[in-house]
C-alpha cells in the first residue's frame, strides 16, 4: 500500500530519495516555478497547504544470495519493505475554496499505479477534511506530460483550457500551462461508484475516461501538427 507522510524527517522517510523525487518535480511544477524556490523544506513550509513523502509498502525478494556458489540459484525470503519513491504537495490558490496538486514519483517506481494512490489520498483529505470545493492541475509541456494527463483524467479530471506563455520555465523561457480540475461534487460521486459493484454507473464513468482519454490524445496531435506547420512556415 501507498501511504504519505508529512513528517519529513520521519525514520521510514531516506533522505536522499526524497531529494531526488524534489530534483525531479522542480522543473515540470508551476507552483515552484511561480514561488521560485529551489529549497524543499522551504517551498513545502512556506507555500504548501500539505507537503509529502511518498512511501510504498511492498514486498522484495531478491533472485539470489551475494554468497551463493557459482552457478547455484539460491531463493531468498520474500520481505517487506518501505521506499520513498516520490514526493506530492497540495498548494493554496488565490481562488477561495480551490488548490493546486502536484506529485513526481522516481523512475524505477513509475507505472505501478503509486502516483495514483498518492493523488487519491492528498485529493480525499483536500475535499473530506479542509472542504475545498476544486482541486487544479498545472501541466507543463514535458516528455512525461502525456502521463501526466493520464493520470488526473482517471482521476476524474476535466481538461479546462492551457494558458499560452503563462510561466516561465526552468531555463527562463515562456511555456505553456494545461490546466485540469475536479470539482468535491465529482470526487464524492467517483468516490461511491467506485465503493461500490461494477453498475451501469461505473461503466458510463468509465466510457466518459475513455473518451476524454481520446480527446486529450487528439488535442496533442493537433497540437504537434501546428507547431510543425507553425515552424515551415518561419523557414
Known amino acids: 500500500p501507498v501511504s504519505l507522510e508529512t513528517d519529513t524527517e520521519h525514520h521510514q522517510v531516506t533522505r536522499e530519495a526524497l531529494l531526488r523525487a524534489w530534483v525531479e518535480l522542480q522543473p515540470h511544477s508551476v507552483e515552484v516555478l511561480l514561488a521560485n524556490q529551489s529549497d524543499l523544506l522551504n517551498f513545502g513550509n512556506n507555500h504548501c497547504l500539505f507537503f509529502a513523502a511518498i512511501l510504498w509498502n511492498h514486498t522484495s525478494s531478491p533472485n539470489y544470495y551475494p554468497w551463493a556458489p557459482d552457478g547455484e540459484d539460491v531463493q531468498s525470503p520474500t520481505v517487506r519493505v518501505v521506499d520513498t519513491v516520490g514526493v506530492i504537495y497540495i498548494a493554496p490558490s488565490t481562488m477561495p475554496g480551490q488548490a493546486h496538486i502536484g506529485v513526481a514519483i522516481l523512475p524505477p517506481f513509475r507505472n505501478k499505479g503509486i502516483a495514483r494512490q498518492a493523488c487519491e489520498l492528498a485529493c480525499g483529505w483536500v475535499i473530506d477534511t479542509m472542504g475545498m470545493h476544486r482541486i487544479q492541475a498545472r501541466i507543463v509541456p514535458s516528455p512525461h506530460e502525456h502521463r501526466v494527463r493520464n493520470l488526473f483524467a482517471a482521476l476524474g479530471f ?51 475516461q475513455r473518451e476524454l482519454d481520446e480527446m486529450l490524445h487528439f488535442e496533442e496531435r493537433v497540437s504537434r501538427l501546428k507547431r510543425s506547420s507553425s515552424m515551415e512556415t518561419v523557414r
Open 158 to 208: 476535466s481538461h479546462e483550457g492551457v494558458h499560452r506563455r503563462a510561466v516561465q520555465g526552468a531555463t527562463g523561457e515562456w511555456t505553456d500551462v494545461g490546466h485540469m480540475g475536479v470539482l468535491d461534487t465529482t470526487w464524492q460521486l467517483r468516490a461511491r461508484i467506485c465503493a461500490n459493484p461494477k453498475s451501469l454507473w461505473d461503466e458510463l464513468l468509465e466510457r466518459h
